[in-house]
C-alpha cells in the first residue's frame, strides 16, 4: 500500500495555512509526532511567536487502564494563550481522544479565542465528535496497524504503517 | 528469587517503599517524570486531572510538617482526595493495631497510603497486605529509609548538575539517625555517582557504613576539598538518648557548615539540607541564606518528585 509523501503534504499544509495567519495565530504542536510537523510548518510559516509543544500524559483517559506513559515530555507553551487563534498540530488523526485531552490541557494554561486542528493524515475511526480543520490526506489504515510519523537524520518526514503496540 | 516487593510482575514501581533495590530505569523514570510536573506547578492551574476519583490517605504515625504538607499538595495538584490521618492522636492509642486501622482505612475506599510511622519496616508490612489496587509510600520509617526525600535531593542534584558520573557529593552530620543519608546514598550509587563522602564524628556514623560503597571522613575540611555537592543533615537532637555528643556549640565547631569551610568544595558546588535546619548548629546562617544554597528549591521539587511518584504508583 502506497502512503502519501509527508513532505509533500507539508508543503500543501503551507499553502493553505498561509491565507489563515492573523495578528493572533500562534502554533502548539503535540508531542512527538505533531512536535515534528509542527516545528516544520512553525518554520515555513515564519509565525513570529515561538512555538509551543505539549505532551498530554496527564490528561490522558486511558491512565487508569495503562497508567502513566514512561516517559512524558515537558509541556513547553512560551506565549499567553488568552485571546489567540491558536493551531493545534498533530500528526495523525484517529479517534480523537489525544486532541479532547490536548484540549483539555490548553484550558489550564488560558482562554484561548479559537482552536483549528492541523493534521498530516486522518485515518478515520473518530470516536468523539472532533474533526480537522486542515489535514494533509485522508489515509485507510488496515486493522492492527498504526500510522505514524518518522523523522530521519537528516530531519525528513515520512509517514510509516507498523503493527499496534499490544496494549 | 523473592521478588522486589516494590514492583509489580512487569517490573513496574507499585508501591514506593525504600530507593535500595530500584533499578536505575525506574529512578530515571521517576525523576524524568517529575520535570515534567515541575512544568505543571509553574503554570497558573497547577492542577492535573490524573487522580481524579482516587483516595490519598496521610497515615502519619510520627510527627511531620513538611513532609505531610508537600505530599498534601502533590495529591490534590494531581486531583486526589486527601485525607490526613494524625495516628499518634487517635486509634493507635485506644489499642488498635496497625493492619487493623489499615483494613478500615481500605474499607472506606483508600487507593494510596502515604505512611511515616517510627518503626523501620511499617510501611513494608502495610504494602504486604494491601489489595492489589492499593499503593504505598513511604513517608519515612524509622532510621531506615526516606525515599521521596532522597529522590528529591536527587532531582536537585540532577538539575543543578545535569548528570551523576563526574560528582563528588559529602553528606555530613547525624548519619547514623538519618534516613535521609541512607536513601540518598542508596540513589546516587545506582545513578553513577563516582564519589559519596560521609563526614561526621565516630559516633554519629552507623557501624559498617563504608559497605554502602562511601568514604567516611572524621575532619570536615579533608572531607568537603572539591566538593560538588554538600547535603547537611540536622543534628536530630529528639533522636538521642545517649550522650553522642558533648554539646551543640561543640558541634558547630567541628562539623557546622560555615563560609570558610565551604570555600573548600567547588566554587560552584550547591548546598542542600533536608530541613528543619538548626541555624549555628550544622549550619552557619550566612551559608544557609546565601549563594551555593538550594534549600527551598528543594522544597519545591519535592511536590513535583511526590507528584511523580503517585501518579506513577496509581497507574500501575
Known amino acids: 500500500m502506497k502512503l502519501p509523501e509527508a513532505e509533500q503534504l507539508c508543503a500543501q499544509l503551507v499553502g493553505e495555512l498561509k491565507a489563515r495567519i492573523g495578528p493572533q495565530t500562534a502554533m502548539i504542536g503535540l508531542y512527538t509526532g505533531g512536535a515534528w510537523l509542527a516545528e516544520r510548518l512553525h518554520a515555513m510559516l515564519r509565525l513570529p511567536e515561538p512555538l509551543g509543544l505539549m505532551d498530554i500524559a496527564f490528561y490522558r483517559d486511558d491512565y487508569h487502564a495503562r497508567g502513566l506513559h514512561h516517559d512524558p515530555k515537558r509541556t513547553k507553551i512560551p506565549f499567553d494563550i488568552s485571546g489567540r487563534d491558536l493551531l493545534l498540530v498533530d500528526d495523525v488523526l484517529y479517534t480523537g481522544r489525544t486532541v479532547r485531552a490536548a484540549m483539555n490541557e490548553l484550558f489550564d494554561y488560558g482562554r484561548p479565542a479559537s482552536i483549528s486542528l492541523v493534521v498530516l493524515a486522518d485515518r478515520g475511526g473518530r470516536q468523539l465528535p472532533i474533526c480537522a480543520q486542515h489535514c494533509g490526506a485522508r489515509v485507510e489504515v488496515p486493522s492492527g496497524m498504526r500510522l505514524r510519523l518518522k523523522r530521519d537524520a537528516g530531519d525528513r518526514l515520512t509517514l510509516a504503517l507498523e503493527p499496534e503496540r499490544a496494549a | 528469587m523473592q521478588r522486589n516487593p516494590q514492583l509489580n510482575a512487569n517490573g513496574e514501581l507499585q508501591h514506593l517503599l525504600s530507593i535500595e533495590g530500584l533499578p536505575r530505569e525506574v529512578l530515571v523514570q521517576i525523576l524524568d517524570t517529575a520535570e515534567s510536573f515541575v512544568g505543571v506547578t509553574e503554570r497558573e492551574v497547577k492542577k492535573v486531572p490524573l487522580l481524579r476519583g482516587k483516595s490519598v490517605f496521610n497515615l502519619f504515625f510520627e510527627p511531620s510538617t513538611r513532609t505531610r504538607t508537600t505530599f498534601e499538595i502533590a495529591a490534590k495538584r494531581l486531583s486526589a482526595d486527601v ?194 535546619m538548626n541555624r549555628g548548629v550544622e549550619i552557619d546562617s550566612t551559608v544557609a541564606d546565601g549563594p551555593h544554597a538550594v534549600i527551598l528549591p528543594q522544597v519545591t521539587f519535592g511536590i513535583a518528585v511526590r507528584m511523580a511518584v503517585m501518579s506513577i504508583v496509581a497507574g500501575n
Open chain 2, 83 to 276: 485525607i490526613n490521618l494524625n495516628i499518634a492522636l487517635s486509634s493507635q492509642t485506644k489499642g488498635e493495631s496497625l493492619l487493623d486501622t489499615v483494613a478500615n482505612l481500605s474499607a472506606m475506599q483508600a487507593d494510596i497510603f502515604v505512611v511515616r510511622h517510627n518503626s523501620s519496616g511499617a510501611p513494608y508490612l502495610i504494602a504486604r497486605n494491601v489489595k492489589p489496587h492499593e499503593h504505598v509510600v513511604n513517608a519515612g520509617d524509622g532510621r531506615h529509609a526516606h525515599p521521596t526525600q532522597g529522590l528529591l535531593d536527587l532531582y536537585t542534584i540532577r538539575h543543578y548538575k545535569n548528570e551523576f558520573t563526574r560528582l563528588t557529593v559529602a553528606i555530613v552530620g547525624d548519619i547514623l539517625h538519618s534516613r535521609v543519608a541512607r536513601s540518598l546514598i542508596h540513589g546516587l550509587t545506582t545513578l553513577g555517582a563516582p564519589e559519596v563522602r560521609v563526614i561526621g564524628p565516630q559516633t554519629l556514623l552507623p557501624s559498617g557504613v563504608e559497605a554502602l560503597g562511601v568514604r567516611v571522613f572524621h575532619d570536615m575540611r579533608a572531607g568537603l576539598k572539591d566538593c560538588d555537592v554538600i547535603v547537611m543533615l540536622r543534628l536530630q537532637n529528639e533522636r538521642m538518648d545517649g550522650t553522642l555528643l558533648p554539646s551543640a556549640q561543640e558541634f558547630f565547631k567541628h562539623y557546622g557548615l560555615t563560609g570558610a569551610k565551604l570555600s573548600l568544595a567547588k566554587p560552584d558546588a550547591i548546598v542542600m539540607h533536608p530541613g528543619p
